[in-house]
C-alpha cells in the first residue's frame, strides 16, 4: 500500500496475522486466474481521497467482477465501460433526487476527489466469481478503515445501502456522526426502498448543517444541481 495519510492510521493492520494470509491469497489467485481490479487499483479509494478530507463514506460489499470493471472504487467503472445495473439505478436517484442528468460514463472518481470514500469491504475478487474473496480478511482490514473515519472529529455522513453495508452501523459513534441506509441499488431491492430515498440531497443538507460544503453530485454540466433538501 502507497503511504498515503491513511498510513499512520491503518500500518498496524499489516503486522496483525490476517494480513500476511489476506496477502498471499490475493498473490496466489493472481497467478491462477483473472482478479479484479488491477493491483495497483486495489487500494484506489484512500489514494483518491484522502483520510483528511473524508466527508461522505459511502460502502460496497464486493468489487465487480466482469472485466474491465472494477477500478478499485464502489459502484464506480471507468468511462467507456458499460454501466452496471445499479450504477444505472444510482444514477435514476441521483436526477429523481437532485435533478443531474444522467452522465454517459460510469467514473465517480470525481466524487472521490471531493472527499467522497468510495469504501468496498472487500478489495479483490476473482473474475465472474461475486463474493470470492469474502471472508479471507479484507474485512477486518476495511472495518478498520471505518472505524478510522467514524473517529474523526468532524462530522461524517457514511451512506448505507443493503442489508450488508448496514450491518455496519455498530462501527459507527450515531451520535456525532450522519447515517443514511437504504435498499442496495441493486435491480433486485432499488424498488423497495432505494428509489427515492434521496441520499445525496439528505448527504448534502447533512453537510451544509454541520458547516462544510455540499458535494458536487453531478457528473455532467446541465442541469444545474438543486440545492441539498431543507
Known amino acids: 500500500m502507497t503511504p498515503t495519510d491513511w498510513n499512520p492510521l491503518l500500518r498496524g493492520e499489516f503486522a496483525k496475522p490476517y494480513w500476511r494470509p489476506l496477502q498471499q491469497f490475493v498473490a496466489q489467485e493472481r497467478t491462477r486466474t483473472e482478479v479484479y481490479p488491477a ?10 481521497t484522502p483520510y483528511a478530507e473524508v466527508k461522505v463514506l459511502i460502502l460496497g460489499q464486493d468489487p465487480y467482477h466482469g472485466p474491465g470493471q472494477a477500478h478499485g472504487l464502489c ?6 465501460v458499460a454501466l452496471p445495473p445499479s450504477l444505472q439505478n444510482i444514477f435514476r436517484e441521483l436526477q429523481a433526487d437532485l435533478g443531474c442528468a444522467p452522465p454517459l460514463g460510469g467514473d465517480l472518481s470525481a466524487w472521490a476527489r471531493q472527499g467522497v470514500l468510495l469504501l468496498n469491504a472487500v478489495l479483490s ?16 482490514f476495511t472495518d478498520e478503515v471505518i472505524r478510522a473515519v467514524a473517529a474523526k ?45 434521496r441520499p445525496f440531497s439528505r448527504a448534502d443538507a447533512a453537510l451544509v448543517q454541520s458547516g462544510r ?3 458536487k453530485w453531478c457528473l455532467t454540466d446541465a442541469p444545474n444541481q438543486r440545492g441539498p433538501a431543507a
Do not use: C, M
Open 39 to 48: 493491483a495497483a487499483d486495489t487500494f484506489a479509494a484512500l489514494h483518491l
Open 75 to 80: 459502484f464506480s467503472v471507468r468511462d467507456g
Open 125 to 140: 475478487v476473482a473474475a465472474r466469481h461475486a463474493g470470492s474473496h469474502a471472508n479471507k480478511g479484507w474485512e477486518a
Open 153 to 197: 472529529p468532524e462530522q461524517v455522513v457514511f451512506i448505507l445501502w443493503g442489508a450488508y453495508a448496514r450491518r455496519k452501523k455498530g462501527l459507527i459513534d450515531l451520535q456525532r456522526h450522519v447515517v443514511i441506509e437504504s435498499a442496495h441499488p441493486s435491480p433486485l431491492s432499488a424498488h423497495h426502498g432505494f428509489f427515492g430515498s
Open 213 to 215: 460544503s455540499a458535494v
